[in-house]
């Protein structure tokens, strides 16, 4: 293709581009939400494909955070989180989000947002450790996340979530936790409590990921022998996968310490059809057997 051709294409596209946007602002004005949502998606998609009109568009998805609308404020936090670094000239309306938007999923939203692009201000700091301070704050599991990354001083903070109710927030809590390792040691007497307290159900998932964090944290021999005894009781429950994939994990980080554990884990190998979870299980085994 020659030059001019080139040009006339580009002019051309450039010009579909243009129409497309404008197109877009048109639907931003419709009195119909589920229209705005539509439109902000398509904000996000010119967004993230760059070009020129990338950065305008990301300003048009982030004045959308003011919507009247919280499924469409909703919509537009969580693309500006999607655009990462490309969101980061927006810190400001996410911080807000988090702090003063009345509805629980935009605050949820904006968490996750901010922890997705890795804003390091002292602002989103405050905001994020209030956030894992108020037992019922939306975004806690997202917010534990971001300090366990930007924030060695919150460690009691997070240890603090280990006691929440609800089971993603104190997983959050205990996998930031084994994350820190030995730098997370001001936490060991609150993951001591969450492996101790062995729930049934999806609860069960905190128990054994406190008790991953605990056995890499602690040197402590009564502290590496509850953490056994709550992973093996992991291996138990057969019907919770995401209890006894972490329970195999547990058990492999721990070593040859696990070895009590290998007839059960031998078990699981010879009559498990998954086979993702038999490599989990031969590692554990090899790792365990290794001397």
Not at 33 to 52: I, N, T, Y
Not at 147 to 166: F, H, M, P, T
Request: hydrophobic share 45%.
């Amino acid at each position: 293709m020659g030059l001019i051709p080139t040009l006339l294409l580009a002019l051309v596209i450039g010009a579909d581009t243009d129409k497309r946007l404008a197109d877009i602002r048109a639907e931003l004005r419709s009195a119909d939400p589920g229209v705005r949502v539509h439109a902000v998606d398509s904000l996000a998609e010119l967004a993230a494909r760059g070009g020129s009109d990338a950065t305008e568009a990301a300003q048009a998805l982030a004045a959308r955070v003011e919507d009247s609308d919280a499924k469409v404020r909703c919509e537009s936090v969580w693309h500006l989180g999607r655009l990462g670094e490309k969101a980061r000239a927006h810190a400001a309306v996410l911080i807000r989000a988090l702090r003063h938007d009345p509805d629980e999923s935009v605050r949820s939203a904006a968490a996750q947002a901010i922890n997705q692009i890795d804003i390091r201000t002292s602002v989103a700091l405050d905001a994020m450790r209030r956030v894992v301070d108020e037992p019922a704050a939306a975004g806690r599991s997202h917010a534990i996340e971001y300090l366990g990354r930007v924030d060695a001083r919150s460690v009691e903070r997070i240890a603090g979530a280990l006691e929440d109710r609800q089971w993603i927030v104190g997983d959050a809590a205990a996998r930031v936790l084994h994350g820190m390792g030995e730098g997370a040691s001001a936490a060991v007497p609150a993951l001591r409590r969450a492996a101790r307290r062995h729930e049934a159900g999806v609860m069960m998932t905190v128990s054994v990921q406190a008790a991953r964090a605990l056995q890499r944290i602690s040197r402590d021999d009564a502290d590496l022998n509850l953490a056994l005894q709550v992973l093996a009781a992991g291996l138990r429950d057969e019907d919770n996968e995401w209890v006894l994939g972490n329970a195999v994990e547990g058990l492999e980080e721990m070593g040859p310490r696990a070895a009590p554990t290998l007839p059960a884990l031998e078990r699981l190998l010879a009559k498990t059809g998954n086979p993702y979870f038999a490599d989990l299980l031969r590692h554990a085994i090899d790792r365990i057997r290794a001397r």
